[in-house]
């Protein structure tokens, strides 16, 4: 336990109005110890979790980012540790009467002058990465499709220097699932959707083993892959390698046939040479987990900075995780650029509510054990943290779970999807996602096998332990040196130097990545 004397208090308190204010010392701060201007602590208050300023009644809101996170069960007094068992959670906003399109948008000058080095694609979009995406369309492949990934990777993929990776896009859908199912159509369309992402280059190979329910042509119909002048494949221009294809006499027969395609599409790709783009041709997906209360204070307000800066080039942001955007509703159909945007965004909120209805939960099934260690009492306090990621620009679409991007769609984009790091993240790349920032204050070593992603620690101990997995250390804007700003452009910068691929991020360093992870809100059978 620290000594009074030793230390001096720091806290954050994020708005006028907040009469909380989390603690920011490594190791938390003892009883005894005096905040500067407030009161003395009661008892001992962990790292990030919150000490009231004044003395709230019973009843009474406590207040964080200007907004109640809760009513005080019963009476607080200044100086106590306000601990998520004080707090009676808020009510979900109801979708009735929300602002639509109101908020007048900030007037920010352009960002002009910031350009990458990218791969540009015959769809107009540009990879971050060349890489040969291998397309499953049932799981009963995926063994096969390892097995002929690892072959390419020794003995192809030298051959072709200028090809990054060979990526086997492996899930679990594909057969013993209700394919007729409304909702069917959000892995179906997720999984199209990946085979597509701009760091694929626009090749398109399909592992498939023949009697399964998602068949290569409902996966990829017609005219959803661009043909290039020289593919040689069929009519359709889909190039599948069926496993159950009377041709295939034994397993290495299969493999070998996977490896005589793949080696056609590492012949186009190892052809392509990054080209100078402007700073527009980002398509950044942000999302954050294992939050703690930093979260909100550092590595997403610095995020939220930065997506305004990529906004202002011209790029494209999506920012997604539903339930921890749901309690900030009021916020973002104000936000949004039009009514019908708005609408959208009502939507997606409507169609999550009644998700979570079926499964007799509500949006405070979010959040995790670490969470709360971590200091944030409810989903609505984790909420008002996560959306800062979105920054202050207008809101200019709404996709739906699994949906892509049109071309030429830029701008600040609300992507639905569930917060699940790994299904969030499949689902922005799904949307076509060329780089991937995430923020964590607990620690995860997330990672995506075919997008950079560049992870910010909220906090500077999580950095100093984990300084060979963390990209970036916002913690410094709570230790003092560094303001928000700062680390807004600092990740910015290195943006443009990993998306270059000039730089590589420690998860790419090591090769770390999960499991692509569908979203398939439709039964199984
Ligand atoms: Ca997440």
């Given at each position: ?9 720091v806290t954050?308190?994020m708005h ?5 204010a ?14 500067p ?6 008892e001992h ?13 019973a009843g ?9 996170i ?21 009510e979900?906003?109801?979708l ?25 694609n015959a ?14 369309t ?24 200028n ?15 209700a394919?007729?199912?409304p ?31 998602l ?5 990829l ?8 002048d020289a ?7 889909l190039?599948v ?12 027969s ?13 012949r ?8 100078t ?11 954050c987990?294992g939050?703690d209360?930093?979260?909100g ?20 942001v ?5 339930t ?33 209805a ?18 944030l009492a409810?989903?609505?306090e ?10 202050s ?8 779970p699994?949906e ?9 984009v609300?992507?639905a ?23 964590t204050?607990?620690?995860?070593p997330y ?7 560049i992870?910010?620690?909220t ?13 970036v ?6 230790d ?20 270059s ?25």
């Amino acid at each position: 336990m620290t000594s009074i004397a030793s230390v001096k208090p720091v806290t954050i308190r994020m708005h006028e109005r907040d009469n909380v204010a989390i603690v920011a010392n490594d190791g938390g701060l003892p009883a005894g110890a005096a905040l500067p201007g407030g009161p003395v602590l009661r008892e001992h208050v962990p790292q990030g979790h919150k000490v009231a300023l004044v003395d709230i009644a019973a009843g009474a809101p406590v207040l964080r980012y200007g907004v109640a996170i809760g009513h005080a069960l019963a009476g607080i007094a200044a100086g106590r540790w306000v601990h998520e068992r004080l707090l009676q959670m808020p009510e979900a906003r109801s979708l009735e009467g929300l602002p639509m399109a109101t908020a007048r948008p900030p007037t920010e000058e352009p960002l002009t002058g910031y350009t990458f080095e990218g791969y540009r694609n015959a769809d107009g979009s540009v990879g971050t990465r060349n890489i040969l995406a291998v397309t499953q369309t049932v799981q009963c492949v995926a063994g096969v499709t390892a097995f002929a990934v690892q072959r390419i990777k020794t003995e192809l993929l030298p051959r072709y220097p200028n090809v990054d990776d060979v990526v086997a896009l492996e899930h679990h859908y594909g057969c013993g699932v209700a394919i007729d199912a409304p909702d069917a159509v959000v892995p179906i369309r997720t999984l199209r959707h990946l085979s597509l992402n701009p760091n694929f280059g626009g090749e398109v190979m399909v592992v498939s083993l023949g009697c399964e329910k998602l068949q290569p042509e409902r996966l990829l119909p017609p005219g959803s892959v661009p043909i290039s002048d020289a593919r040689e494949g069929g009519e359709s221009g889909l190039d599948v390698v069926c496993l159950q294809d009377e041709a295939h006499v034994g397993f290495m027969s299969m493999v070998e046939s996977i490896l005589r395609q793949a080696e056609q599409h590492l012949r186009r790709l190892n052809a392509r040479r990054r080209e100078t783009v402007p700073a527009s041709e980002l398509v950044v997906g942000v999302q954050c987990g294992g939050s703690d209360a930093f979260s909100g204070a550092t590595a997403n307000p610095a995020v939220g900075f930065c997506t305004d800066l990529l906004v202002r080039a011209g790029a494209t942001v999506m920012f997604s995780e539903t339930t921890e955007v749901r309690d900030g509703i009021a916020q973002l159909t104000a936000r949004a650029a039009t009514p019908a945007v708005a609408e959208a965004l009502v939507r997606e909120m409507a169609w999550y509510d009644a998700y979570l209805a079926r499964g007799r939960v509500d949006r405070s099934a979010n959040t995790t054990p670490g969470n709360k260690k971590g200091g944030l009492a409810n989903i609505v306090e984790k909420a008002m943290g996560s959306i800062v990621k979105s920054g202050s620009m207008p809101i200019t679409g709404v996709l739906a779970p699994g949906e892509k991007l049109a071309p030429n769609q830029r701008g600040l984009v609300y992507a639905a999807t569930p917060a699940s790091d790994f299904i969030c993240g499949t689902l922005q790349m799904a949307a076509g996602m060329n780089l991937h920032v995430f923020t964590t204050g607990r620690g995860t070593p997330y990672g995506l096998a075919a997008v950079p992603v560049i992870k910010v620690a909220t906090r500077s101990d999580l950095a100093r332990r984990w300084h060979d997995l963390m990209d970036v250390n916002a913690g410094r804007i709570a230790d003092g040196p560094a303001t928000i700003e700062d680390v807004g452009w600092e990740l910015f910068r290195l943006m443009l130097e990993v998306a270059s691929g000039r730089k590589q991020t420690w998860a790419e360093r090591w090769k770390l990545h999960n499991a692509l992870a569908l979203f398939n809100p439709a039964p199984v059978t």
